[in-house]
């Protein structure tokens, strides 16, 4: 999710391995204009063990959620929420495609909160904007 507009991104990771996580993770990340991926916050959990992998790959500098406190992840939590309503927890994830995550993500880029409008303000000032998003 993109911090300032909310748009979700999901990516469809093709393993359970930190290794798949972090080639998943890349390659997403590869696809958004750098100036509009600097840095991202995760929990603790054991996929990003090779977070070092993602910075390098993508230069995203990637920070971590003290353990146990959910309210510096608070954007994230409110998504988790909203996805449950397509993924509830402990559905298999590996039966969906990522046309299918696309199109659950579409769903909530749509909502009346409109992140999509929002995300496309940011990109177009980051393409055409002042140096302070390099």
């Known amino acids: 999710m ?8 999901l990516v469809k990771v093709d393993g359970t391995t930190a290794t798949a996580a972090a080639v998943g993770f890349s390659d997403k990340l590869n696809e958004v204009p750098r100036a ?3 840095s991202m916050t995760y929990d603790q ?13 993508t230069g995203t500098a990637i920070y ?7 309210w510096q ?8 929420g ?3 309503q397509y993924l509830p927890k ?11 995550l696309d199109e659950i993500a579409d769903s909530l880029d749509t909502r009346p ?22």
């Open 2 to 9: 993109e911090r300032t507009t909310r748009l979700v991104i």
């Open 36 to 38: 509009l991926r600097l």
């Open 45 to 57: 959990g054991r996929e990003m063990v090779k977070h070092a992998d993602i910075t390098q790959k």
């Open 64 to 70: 971590f959620a003290d353990p146990h406190s959910p």
């Open 73 to 80: 992840l608070g954007s994230n939590e409110n998504t988790n």
């Open 82 to 84: 909203l996805l449950r």
């Open 90 to 100: 402990g559905t298999d994830l590996s039966v969906y495609s990522q046309e299918e």
């Open 113 to 134: 909160r409109m992140p999509l409008e929002v995300y496309a303000e940011v990109l177009k000032k980051s393409v055409a904007g002042p140096s302070t998003f390099q």
